[in-house]
């Protein structure tokens, strides 16, 4: 049956990580009968396997229900989308596809960065906002203080806020209720040239890229020719429906809907997330606003770990991008590694699922050099450069300014902590701006930091000072001058340009020491003795040795033993194979991550 | 088939004890299975299908002499046919000094057996208790004596490197065992594996393995106090007084094929290794019920074979001699490992003289890290 854009709403709900979000959802697939009580799982949107094992959401997922209301059925798109600071770009591309927002809080838990920022994601794109206290079920749940906190960081009525628990099923018809009273409708028109935006998508190895849209304007059916704006390519659709959460079939879509749609397209060059559809033509509608590429943060390298796999590794690389706008790749190579790909990610939870989703989805072995940020410089001759790999840095006789990335930082904690979280910024040359307190117990803290050090380990750090209640946010601010230099690190006496960092110059020595320290325990003994060194330009700074293997001989080679030891030398020889030589250095793949290593606490 | 081979190995799966660092294929304690593995032994032999000329034959274990002086010639009597040392054959025994008496050596001599290969480990008795072993030093001179009148040739098995020990200790050993009139000795560093008491133990932290260091010295030692005593070594692990070397382990070395009988023995037909199943029980188990006992099969190219040929002869002091080689595997050396060859020539792991090369001491002691290369 059809419906009129006066009985769709379209949200998304939106929390900080771990509010109840999927559970929520969960809930409202089983309220509103989508799926049936038996076959509901938990969490039941995150179905990728690393969502399972993590227990975290990491892709945006849409569902479409129906429901009855004051008597009137409507048909209600949802998507869940991904709480963690990493997986941003999923929930403002979610919101763009939305009139409104279910904002989560838990309620013991209370207001936390994210869900600060994303509230004002959702503000920003006009969006209504449904406020939820959730988990109001936890004996330790603390709902006034939680609505206070809600009402100063913003401004939301408490009156207005639903009290639910996604666990046991309280307030969830109220929520439904409020959906649909509070929610605008869509604004389409079914009658006018089709428009709508693509806001994700995947690749299937039999049915080709499926797009994932919404369409603002007109009705896309069956067989129709559709054109995909951004690259004036045009394609049949063979097959379109919705999301019930899996996907089915249906004759069309029209405004105001949400679903999918299957072209049999291969060639992954053609969609783009963020383009829009249209009728080929001259009646063709405009393209929409799409999608503002996101900010990259860190960028490593990936390797193929079998130099041959490289071109696997770029279509690997290309699938996958077309389920995830939000990293980028360009090859790059190295002495030490060969060829490979620089990739930028928002995160470092998003460069480990990248990473996992590469080894899992396409059955790659991947080398991956440790992340850094990009910094900018200004060279003597005028020109700037941006460096997103170390190596890049050329000689400091050039270079006139080096500047790095600064963020501002909101950091929301019980007040009991804001001593220690002071303490570890100042640590990490952070810029003190503000304290502003939201509730008698909880403040937030702003900071100016260096991105580079919010990036490694702040998070677990901010965690660990606040023993788990605090959580913070940041936006980049800019690129500022400061004192950094390339650190250079030396294997037998030749750099390996892979383990090459940029660091504060104040930090050289300490990251140094701790860089060698630790390759000494990553790189297995030679048959000759190994130097490491870490330098800066020509001056070496840390060093350290790896002492000669004195023996290493079996005894025994009888009979049987012959295949036996055979094996063991053989495996051996896998070993190698998987690690990379430099000069006749072997060093193990994962030796590439030492470079983290920061050294000592800082005081 | 069976008409090309010359070598035989038994193994004898029982051990009054197992010594807290043996993973081999053994029982302890189950004297009961004697019986059984007779029959077994029997049925097993009785799969050749023709009568085997043996150039050598070696009982290895466990202990073969935990048999007892009636059991060895029961083992014997089981080879009927099947197995007939040639008048000229090395045949060897594996030997536990607590074993060895006059009824014994008497045994060996109506056996045919002509070798003795004693587990001796070591003549310290702070050594000996540390290696879990149930002799005593007193044990091991007393045998010595006898088996020096017997006109057997005797062999022994050293460990060094038992935790505790020291150089000196290691010095002490030696010459206790070169004034014991030896006439060949394997010396073997102590190895760690999985699954053994000694395994965990250093798991837990109650037993210490020597230094890597220190335990190169101490094969050091070793290798130069028995050189000096004339004893040459001719393998990494063995030594031998003029013309007294192990024709049976050459002929492993040589890659000549070999047949071999018991629970955990492999043979090799020249191409494929066969190891049978190393369960003892099963072993029986499977040949009283006419079953195969086959387990593991290492089949091998021509290169394959050529390659192993090639680490198993530099691991032989007298090395590789290139037409001798090629003669005996098709291939030249220098196709197989040229590169290799040449750094390790260039690093002093190895000796070219354009016709044979061996490794250097060094070479030697870390041949474990060379043979990634070539196999
Ligand atoms: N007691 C209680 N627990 C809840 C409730 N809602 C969710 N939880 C629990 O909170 C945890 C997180 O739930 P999720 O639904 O995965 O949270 P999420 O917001 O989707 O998390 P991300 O997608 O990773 O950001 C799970 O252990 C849930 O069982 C609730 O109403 N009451
Ligand atoms: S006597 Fe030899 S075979 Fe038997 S358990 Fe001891 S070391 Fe192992
Ligand atoms: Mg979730």
């Keep these: 049956m059809p419906f009129d854009c006066k009985h769709i709403r379209n949200f998304s709900i939106v929390a900080h990580i771990d509010h109840g979000k999927s559970t929520l959802a969960d809930r409202l697939l089983e309220n509103t009968g989508t799926v049936e009580k038996r076959q509901l799982k938990t969490q039941m949107l995150d179905d990728m396997e690393l969502e399972r094992q993590r227990g975290i959401t990491i892709k945006a997922r849409a569902v479409r229900m129906e429901y009855r209301h004051n008597g009137e059925l409507y048909e209600l798109n949802l998507i869940d989308t991904p709480g963690h600071v990493d997986f941003h770009y999923e929930v403002s591309r979610s919101l763009a596809c939305c009139e409104g927002a279910v904002l989560l809080v838990d309620a013991f838990q209370g207001v936390e ?7 004002y994601a959702a503000i ?27 009402e100063q960081s913003l401004a939301i009525e408490p009156e207005e806020v639903i009290r639910a628990s996604a666990k046991t099923g309280i307030g969830i018809d109220d929520l439904l209720a409020a959906i649909i009273d509070r929610i605008p409708p869509p604004q389409g028109d079914p009658e006018k040239a089709l428009q709508a935006l693509i806001f994700d998508s995947h690749y299937d190895s039999y049915r080709g890229v499926i ?16 054109r995909f704006l951004k690259t004036g390519v045009t394609h049949e659709v063979l097959d379109l429906g919705q999301f019930v959460p899996q996907r089915r079939s249906c004759d069309q879509l029209a405004a105001g809907q949400v679903g999918y749609l299957v072209c049999n397209i291969k060639d992954v060059e053609h969609v783009h997330i963020g383009d829009t559809l249209s009728v080929p033509g001259k009646d063709g509608a405009a393209a929409v606003a799409g999608y503002k590429p996101p900010q990259r943060m860190v960028y490593c390298g990936l390797y193929p770990s079998e130099g041959e796999n490289f071109e696997e590794l770029r279509e690997s690389l290309e699938r996958l991008a077309i389920n995830d706008p939000s990293f980028e790749f360009q090859p790059e190579s190295s002495e030490a590694l060969g060829f490979g790909f620089r990739c930028g990610f928002l995160g470092l939870l998003h460069m480990e699922i990248i990473q996992q989703r590469l080894e899992q989805e396409a059955d790659l072995d991947l080398v991956q050099t440790a992340p850094n940020v990009t910094y900018q410089l200004l060279l003597k001759n005028g020109e700037t450069l ?15 300014e080096f500047r790095q990335p600064i963020v501002r930082c909101n950091f929301l904690v019980p007040v009991e902590f804001i001593g220690p979280v002071m303490q570890l910024c100042s640590d990490r040359r952070g810029v003190f701006l503000k304290t502003e307190y939201l509730s008698p117990t909880r403040a937030m803290l702003s900071f100016d930091l260096p991105l580079g050090e919010v990036i490694y380990d702040l998070h677990d750090k901010i965690k660990s000072v606040t023993r788990g209640y605090g959580t913070l946010d940041y936006e980049l601010q800019g690129y500022f001058p400061a004192d950094l230099a390339r650190l250079d690190i030396l294997v037998g006496g030749k750099k390996v340009d892979a383990l090459s ?17 630790k390759l000494r325990g990553e790189i297995d003994r030679h048959m000759f003795e190994v130097a490491l060194q870490a330098a800066i330009g020509t001056k070496i700074i840390a060093r350290e040795t790896i002492s000669a293997l004195r023996k290493n001989v079996t005894a025994k080679c009888y009979g049987g033993d012959i295949s036996r030891k055979k094996k063991l030398w053989a495996k051996q020889k896998e070993g190698k194979k998987r690690m990379k030589s430099i000069g006749s250095v072997d060093i193990p793949q994962k030796a590439f991550m030492a470079v983290l290593e920061t050294g000592a606490e800082r005081q | 088939m069976n008409s090309r081979i010359r070598h035989a190995y038994v193994h004898v799966p029982f051990c009054r004890h197992r010594c807290g660092y043996c993973d081999f294929t053994l029982v302890a304690g189950r004297d009961d299975l004697f019986e059984n593995y007779f029959t077994a032994l029997g049925v097993e032999l009785k799969r050749l299908n023709q009568p085997i000329k043996l150039d050598t034959l070696y009982l290895g274990g466990g202990t073969p002499t935990h048999l007892g002086p009636d059991g060895v010639k029961r083992l014997f009597s089981e080879f009927h046919d099947a197995l007939q040392p040639l008048p000229t054959a090395e045949v060897t025994i594996e030997a536990n000094p607590l074993d060895v008496s006059e009824s014994m ?19 310290n008795s702070v050594t000996l208790k540390k290696l879990d ?8 001179r007393q045998v010595m004596n006898l088996l020096g009148k017997s006109g057997l040739t005797v062999s022994v098995d050293l460990i060094i490197a038992a935790p505790g020990q020291t150089l000196d200790l290691v010095a002490r050993d030696v010459e206790e065992i070169i004034s014991l009139c030896a006439h060949h000795v394997s010396v073997y560093c102590l190895t760690w594996e999985v699954g053994t008491a ?15 260091d220190l335990e190169r010295e101490m094969f050091e030692l070793v290798i130069d106090q028995l050189s000096d005593a004339g004893y040459k070594q001719y393998e990494v692990s063995n030594f031998a007084q003029p013309a007294m070397t192990c024709r049976h382990n050459e002929a492993y070395w040589d890659c000549r094929a070999w047949e071999a009988f018991g629970p955990g023995a492999a043979r090799f037909d020249g191409r494929n290794r066969t190891t049978n199943l190393r369960s003892v029980s099963v072993w029986i188990k499977k040949l009283l019920n006419n079953q195969s006992v086959t387990g593991d099969v290492d089949t091998m190219t021509a290169e394959g074979a050529a390659r192993e040929r090639l680490v198993l002869g530099l691991r032989r002091r007298c090395g590789v001699d290139r037409p001798a080689f090629f003669q005996a595997s098709g291939f030249e050396v220098d196709d197989l490992a040229e590169k290799s060859i040449q750094e390790w020539v260039a690093a002093g792991f190895a000796e070219d003289d354009g016709r044979c090369i061996r490794l250097t001491r060094s070479g030697m002691l870390l041949s474990d890290s060379l043979w990634s290369a070539v196999l």
């Design chain 1, 211 to 226: 797009t994932y849209v919404r369409i603002i304007d007109g009705t896309v059916t069956k067989g129709q020719k559709i």
């Design chain 1, 386 to 400: 941006e460096i997103r790999n170390p190596q890049d840095v050329p000689d400091t006789g050039q270079i006139e």
């Design chain 1, 501 to 517: 960092i940029i660091c504060d110059r104040r930090d050289a020595d300490r990251r140094g020491r701790a860089i060698v320290k």
């Design chain 2, 105 to 123: 050596i008497e045994a060996f001599h109506e056996c045919g057996i002509n070798r003795v290969s004693l587990g001796v480990q070591s003549l």
């Design chain 1, 124 to 150: 920003n794109e006009d969006l209504e906002i449904v406020p939820v206290i959730n988990k109001v079920d936890l004996v330790h749940a603390r709902v006034d203080e939680v609505l206070l906190e809600m």
């Design chain 1, 113 to 119: 960065a994210q869900t600060v920022a994303n509230a």
């Design chain 2, 198 to 212: 000694f395994w965990g133990k250093r798991a837990r932290g109650t037993l210490t393995p020597v230094v890597e």
């Design chain 2, 133 to 140: 072993r149930d002799h005593r030093e007193s044990d091991v």
